[in-house]
């Protein structure tokens, strides 16, 4: 049995040309002629022929599409049109057989709906478009991380199990923690904001949850978010970084992954740039020209967005909300105690960030908590942080998995999430 493998297919080159190689992958297709086999053979890097002659080609009756082989050849040139080079077979084995039929196409011939590609959504995998979408995630993260490490961003891990809510509001999971009740976190709000006092900037990717009972193409209960706070930087250097970090992730990828966006069958247009900031204020100004029965303070619905998402396609900044529809921790404008120091970065219709600046004020912050119906006392281990030096700061949380439809040009996070969980969807 041969199952190490000597080279990803995209590994052959004109240097292996006469090398015996061990390849290992997926039959993708089988055609038999004569007294020959041609066999595609998929790894995760390419396709590659596989030509099987003679006393090996009499065994090779059970081999089936999508079981999975290891192949000992020879590498030579081909005049195949779809490949670079050919193995001449002298071993094969197979591996694992795959049942039929499977219970989605991984060619994407016969196209599934999404639920019962997410019911199989391993198999879903070997679909080249599935997989390039998850490639292209990879590659986002991947440039995240490295931007965020160039502006200095250390990056921190804060609890998903914790004991009263970081964001207030009633849309947290609880469960039972030996007999006390604990929450899944919906943010790291506040530990994020905590860890400023000591490593001034931070970044978090992770998990989080939101109870919410919401059927969109845009809520997941379990989402991806990238989470910044900087100490000593305000709403608008916050705003400024994640601009650069949205650009910084498209030309990335928009250069980076040519394979990945010819599978998913869209390319990746680099945005306008600067983003356009536009107030709050203005937002219902535009709502009124356009008869919306809209009021300062009012918060935007779904149907305002869409009307605001078609004046200003692409990506913008909706600055200085209503402190009143702000969370707790927001800080006023001086100008202006009723406008808060925040954001929501948009695209189109669609809210991919918010963020602002914090209240570094532990007395104010704690009236805040009061006037939003919360009770400081559940938040002692917090506010005592305030008491030990913390310094202004801002952040914003911004969610992968919306970002993710942006790029792919989709309108459904469950396509970019492995298995998303949402109120209809809690396995496989
Ligand atoms: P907010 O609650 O606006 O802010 O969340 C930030 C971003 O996270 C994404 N998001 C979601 N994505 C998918 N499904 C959901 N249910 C979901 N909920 C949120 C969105 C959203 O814009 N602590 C603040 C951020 C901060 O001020 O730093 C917060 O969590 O893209």
């Not at 080079?85 to 989605?104: M, R």
Request: with cysteine.
């Amino acid at each position: 049995m041969v199952f190490v493998k000597t080279h990803d297919i995209s590994e052959l080159n004109s240097g292996t040309i006469g090398k015996e190689v061990v390849l290992g992958g997926w039959v993708e297709d089988l055609r038999k002629l004569g007294k020959m086999t041609f066999i595609t053979l998929r790894d995760v890097s390419g396709i590659s022929q596989i030509i099987v002659k003679g006393e090996l080609n009499d065994n090779l009756e059970e081999l089936n599409r999508q079981s999975v082989i290891s192949v000992r050849g020879i590498v030579q040139e081909t005049k195949a049109r779809d490949f670079d080079f050919e193995i001449k077979a002298e071993e094969i084995d197979v591996l694992a057989k795959a049942i039929h039929p499977l219970p989605v196409d991984p060619i994407g011939r016969l196209e599934s709906n999404i639920d019962t590609r997410l019911n199989h959504r391993a198999l879903d995998m070997r679909n080249q478009k599935t997989a390039s979408i998850f490639k292209l995630r990879h590659h986002v993260l991947e440039i995240l991380r490295k931007t965020l490490a160039e502006k200095k961003f250390i990056e921190i891990t804060t609890p998903k199990i914790i004991g009263s809510a970081s964001e207030g509001g009633a849309n947290l999971f609880s469960l039972d923690y030996f007999g006390k009740t604990a929450y899944l976190a919906q943010s790291p709000q506040l530990y994020k904001e905590q860890m400023t006092i000591g490593l001034e900037r931070v970044y978090e990717i992770s998990n989080f949850y939101r109870a919410e009972n919401s059927h969109t193409g845009r809520h997941l209960s379990e989402f991806t978010s990238i989470d910044i706070e900087a100490a000593f930087m305000d709403y608008n250097d916050v705003m400024n970084i994640l601009e650069s970090l949205v650009m910084g992730v498209y030309k990335f990828v928009s250069v980076n992954c040519k394979k990945e966006q010819e599978n998913i069958g869209h390319t990746i247009e680099i945005p306008k740039s600067p983003f356009e900031r536009i107030t709050y204020t203005q937002v219902i100004e535009e709502l009124k020209k356009v008869g919306e029965k809209v009021e300062f303070g009012d918060d935007l619905l779904d149907s305002h967005l869409r009307i605001i998402g078609k004046n200003h396609p692409g990506f913008y900044f909706l600055t200085d909300w209503p402190m009143k529809l702000k969370p707790f921790y927001i800080r006023e404008k001086d100008e202006d105690s009723k406008l808060s120091r925040s954001f929501d970065l948009q695209y189109g219709y669609l809210e991919l960030s918010s963020g602002g600046t914090r209240l570094h004020n532990p007395e104010t912050l704690k009236s805040r908590l009061k006037e939003q119906g919360l009770d400081p006392a559940q938040f002692a281990d917090h506010l005592q942080t305030f008491d030990w030096g913390m310094p202004p700061h801002s952040g914003w949380g911004m969610g992968l998995d919306r970002l993710m439809t942006t790029l792919i040009g989709i309108d459904n996070v469950r396509e970019v999430v492995l298995y998303p969980r949402d109120p209809d969807r809690l396995s496989p």
